[in-house]
């Protein structure tokens, strides 16, 4: 056991890095939901309120006021205010990969609800993340901000062990480095099976068998996945047309990105990004 935690994180400290999204500290009335929302991010939030946390074919949560949520990245959620009053919400949101496009969230399971000196720990960083992201832009601010970042993990995964059986994901993952950095640099391109073969220095059969044993997803299935999220993302992000975010995430035509982003969020792109227009946590 001691010998497969100590690869597990060498595997990690090689390749894990922290990006910090988005936030604030919200006052929020009542009544407030967020609606039914799929985010391409972590989001941790602390609620000085009570609510509910909806999800789709589980059971709903209650989170009492004081208590922080933590919402792992493309979990379908709602969360509705269920006390009445005005008070605040410290949200950020984050992504923390271990490679391109394999959330640490996928190898440890972040608890759903933080309670007590840590929940007042994570929503005091959330507050600050927010101050230095509304702030001016120095050397200073951006390297506090990735301290802060990873001290919002670290507490956040105080208690939580790794899954031992996603170290074969690790590994194999490991090897297809190159291969998930070329398809996060050319989302806007035509992406073959056979390029992202040689790119792996692979046969094409024992690639795509790779593959699918890392991440659990044929090539093509994963290209898409990463094309929708990098959508969601600039959607949220940008003012940016629809047409040219389909642009950049290699779907030309307007209306077929349209019906495939529908498809697979359950909104059309426009109202995706009307939905996440205000996002109070």
């Not at 969360?79 to 410290?90: D, F, M």
């Amino acid at each position: 056991m001691a010998s497969t935690t100590h690869e597990f994180l060498n595997l990690i400290e090689k390749n894990l890095r922290f990006e910090y999204e988005s936030g604030e500290s919200t006052l929020v009335k009542y009544p407030h939901t967020t609606g039914w929302r799929i985010l391409p991010v972590l989001v941790v939030a602390q609620l000085n309120y009570a609510a509910t946390a909806e999800f789709k074919e589980s059971k709903t949560v209650r989170v009492e006021a004081g208590q922080t949520v933590s919402l792992a990245p493309g979990l379908a959620h709602n969360l509705t205010r269920t006390t009445r009053g005005t008070s605040y919400s410290h949200w950020s949101h984050v992504q923390c990969e271990v490679f391109p496009g394999v959330p640490l969230f996928y190898l440890v399971e972040p608890p759903l609800i933080i309670r007590g000196s840590q929940s007042r720990k994570i929503g005091r960083i959330n507050h600050e993340l927010g101050e230095i992201s509304a702030g001016k832009r120095s050397l200073t601010s951006l390297l506090k901000r990735q301290a802060l970042g990873w001290e919002l993990i670290s507490t956040l995964l105080q208690s939580v062990a790794f899954n031992e059986d996603r170290l074969d994901l690790i590994r194999h993952a490991s090897r297809l480095t190159p291969v998930l950095a070329y398809i996060e640099e050319n989302l806007a391109k035509p992406i073959s099976h056979d390029l992202l073969a040689r790119t792996s220095c692979l046969s094409p059969s024992r690639f795509h068998f790779l593959f699918r044993s890392a991440l659990g997803s044929a090539p093509y299935e994963y290209v898409q996945k990463m094309r929708l999220k990098k959508a969601q993302e600039l959607l949220i992000r940008t003012d940016k047309s629809i047409a040219e975010i389909g642009r950049e995430v290699g779907h030309p035509d307007p209306y077929h990105f349209s019906r495939t982003f529908r498809r697979n969020v359950g909104l059309s792109p426009a109202n995706y990004r009307k939905q996440m227009t205000f996002r109070s946590f």
